[in-house]
C-alpha cells in the first residue's frame, strides 16, 4: 500500500510543493515545529534511510542543503535544523527546521497547520528557491 508521502507525490492528496525534480521532492508538513518546517523525500518509497541507495542519499542531502539556504532567508533563523525521525510514515523524509535553540526541535511543538499557511510558507520558500537560481522550485 502507499504511504501518505507516495499519495501526495502522485496528486491523490494535496500537497504544498517548493522542490521537485526526477529523485526528490520537498513540501511543507502539516504539522509544523516551527513555521518553514520543511519535508524532503525521496520519490523512491525506501522505509528506512539507511536502505536507500547511497546516490540517492547524496542526492538528498544535497537537495537538503539548498533548501536550508532557501530556508536561512526565508525565515532567518540561527541554523536550520536536520532530521531524519521517521516513525509515523514508513517512507524515509528527512525534515528541516529553521532554528534558534535545540528545543526547537522538540517535536512536542508540532501543531496542525492551515492549508492558507502552508501555501504562503511554500511561495515563500520557492521564491527564494527560484532567486537562488533552481529551477526544480515548484
Given at each position: 500500500?502507499?504511504?501518505v508521502?507516495?499519495?501526495?507525490i502522485?496528486?491523490d492528496i494535496?500537497?504544498h510543493?517548493?522542490w521537485k525534480?526526477?529523485?526528490?521532492?520537498?513540501f511543507?508538513?502539516?504539522?509544523?515545529?516551527?513555521?518553514?518546517?520543511?519535508?524532503?523525500?525521496p520519490?523512491?518509497e525506501?522505509?528506512?534511510?539507511?536502505?536507500l541507495?547511497?546516490?540517492?542519499?547524496?542526492?538528498?542531502?544535497?537537495?537538503s542543503q539548498?533548501?536550508?539556504?532557501a530556508?536561512?532567508?526565508?525565515?532567518?533563523?540561527?541554523?536550520?535544523g536536520?532530521?531524519?525521525?521517521g516513525?509515523?510514515?514508513?517512507?524515509?523524509?528527512?525534515?528541516?527546521?529553521?532554528?534558534?535553540?535545540?528545543?526547537?526541535?522538540?517535536?512536542?511543538?508540532?501543531?496542525?497547520?492551515?492549508?492558507e499557511?502552508?501555501a504562503?510558507a511554500?511561495?515563500?520558500?520557492?521564491?527564494?528557491?527560484?532567486?537562488?537560481?533552481?529551477?526544480?522550485?515548484?
Amino acid at each position: 500500500m502507499a504511504s501518505v508521502f507516495s499519495k501526495i507525490i502522485a496528486g491523490d492528496i494535496p500537497g504544498h510543493f517548493v522542490w521537485k525534480d526526477d529523485k526528490a521532492v520537498a513540501f511543507m508538513t502539516i504539522q509544523p515545529i516551527r513555521e518553514g518546517h520543511v519535508l524532503v523525500i525521496p520519490r523512491e518509497e525506501v522505509d528506512q534511510w539507511d536502505d536507500l541507495a547511497p546516490e540517492l542519499v547524496s542526492h538528498l542531502f544535497l537537495v537538503s542543503q539548498k533548501i536550508s539556504r532557501a530556508l536561512k532567508e526565508a525565515y532567518p533563523a540561527r541554523r536550520v535544523g536536520l532530521m531524519v525521525a521517521g516513525l509515523e510514515v514508513p517512507h524515509t523524509h528527512i525534515h528541516l527546521v529553521p532554528m534558534d535553540s535545540m528545543a526547537d526541535l522538540s517535536f512536542e511543538h508540532a501543531r496542525q497547520a492551515e492549508g492558507e499557511a502552508l501555501a504562503e510558507a511554500a511561495r515563500r520558500i520557492r521564491a527564494v528557491l527560484t532567486a537562488q537560481g533552481h529551477q526544480e522550485a515548484s
